[in-house]
């Protein structure tokens, strides 16, 4: 039996291309990259922010998945088809973002809340005759997982999804407490397309369970523990641990990557700040030293405050999992 893909979750502000193109460069290329959601208009023309993402020319060497937010079926069909031209061979349907400006326009987790309504919407994608294959990325309910029961039904009447990912909360956990691993293993062998595995996965011995519990499994999907460690999947694949000179280099990297992107050190340095939240996890007693790097206003703050922490927090093998938030 082959061995799940490993692949990177879509995530919005920090799996744009810059990082895809640094991570793939330093640390080997993920068996694929979901790109971070884009919603398409009614225009129908992918805008040219949209197209910064999305342009072939920047998942050069990558296998990029591009992920649509969207509820209208109009909308997701020429949005797929102008995908298809671009190259791409899958395109992957959220629904699973909490965000309440989404959920409230019956989008992403939202749209679980109407079951009917959204296998009419599959009915017609998966009946458009499209000329790219569809994925969905789901959560299991939008308030009790009980719902999983009716959404699992909807899903298997499209056996020809190329894949099925599944983030076993519901939209009300939003990314806090435990995963609902049960829900996930008690439907596992009820469907009839392959199924990826997303949540809380940190460490090689977590992608080792979950790839030895079910089988047979398309791909474990990581996306916060991944930003921890950027050598994650390498060590799963029998590679070198992160050093701290690679640590340093792929961190200049992506901040010189962010610089050129923005045009501008401000909303560089703010985006390197996301990284940091999930990065200081891979070294030891850095929560104090990485309040620097939030402060930090200026360039010169930044690389001191960074400098910090490579030399006083020693770095570990496995990422910790300090993101982690109680379900109050
Ligand atoms: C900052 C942030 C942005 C995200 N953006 C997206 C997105 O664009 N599309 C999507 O399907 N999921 C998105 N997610 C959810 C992740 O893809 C993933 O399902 C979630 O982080 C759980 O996996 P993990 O525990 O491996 O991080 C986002 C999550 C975070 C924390």
Redesign the pocket.
């Known amino acids: 039996m082959t061995d799940p893909l490993l692949v990177v979750?879509?995530?919005?502000?920090?799996t744009g291309f810059p990082f895809r193109r640094v991570h793939a460069h330093f640390f080997g290329a993920a068996d694929a990259y979901f790109l971070?959601?884009v919603t398409p208009t009614t225009l129908p023309r992918f805008t040219e922010r949209q197209m910064r993402e999305l342009a072939p020319d920047v998942n050069i060497g990558i296998k990029a998945v591009p992920?649509l937010l969207t509820r209208r079926v109009e909308d997701f069909v020429w949005a797929a088809k102008a995908l298809a031209d671009l190259g791409y061979d899958e395109v992957n349907l959220?629904l699973?973002?909490p965000a309440g400006t989404v959920v409230a326009k019956g989008k992403g987790s939202g749209f679980l809340r109407e079951p009917f309504e959204l296998q009419r919407f599959l009915d017609k994608i998966f009946s458009a005759d499209l000329p790219i294959q569809i994925s969905v990325?789901t959560r299991i309910g939008w308030a009790d997982e009980q719902e999983f029961d009716l959404l699992a039904d909807v899903y298997n009447h499209y056996p020809q999804m190329k894949s099925l990912t599944i983030?076993p909360r519901v939209r009300s956990d939003f990314?806090k407490g435990e995963i609902r691993e049960n829900v996930f293993e008690h439907y596992f062998h009820t469907f009839k397309m392959p199924i990826g595995f997303?949540?809380?996965?940190i460490t090689v011995s977590d992608l080792e369970r979950v790839k030895t519990k079910y089988r047979p499994l398309a791909h474990i999907?990581?996306?916060?523990?991944l930003m921890a460690d950027p050598a994650l999947f390498r060590k799963a694949k029998g590679g070198a641990v992160a050093t701290l000179s690679e640590i340093q280099t792929y961190y200049d990297a992506l901040l010189e990557s962010y610089c050129v992107a923005f045009g501008n050190v401000k909303n560089a340095l703010m985006r390197m700040k996301e990284y940091w939240f999930f990065q200081h996890n891979l070294f030891d007693n850095a929560e104090r030293a990485v309040k620097a790097i939030y402060k930090a206003k200026t360039m010169e703050d930044y690389l001191s405050a960074t400098r910090q922490i490579y030399e006083n927090c020693p770095l570990r093998t496995e990422s910790s999992f300090g993101w982690k938030k109680e379900l109050l």
């Open positions: 979750a879509p995530m919005e502000g920090l971070p959601f992920q959220n699973g973002c990325k983030h990314y997303n949540g809380d996965v999907m990581v996306g916060r523990a």
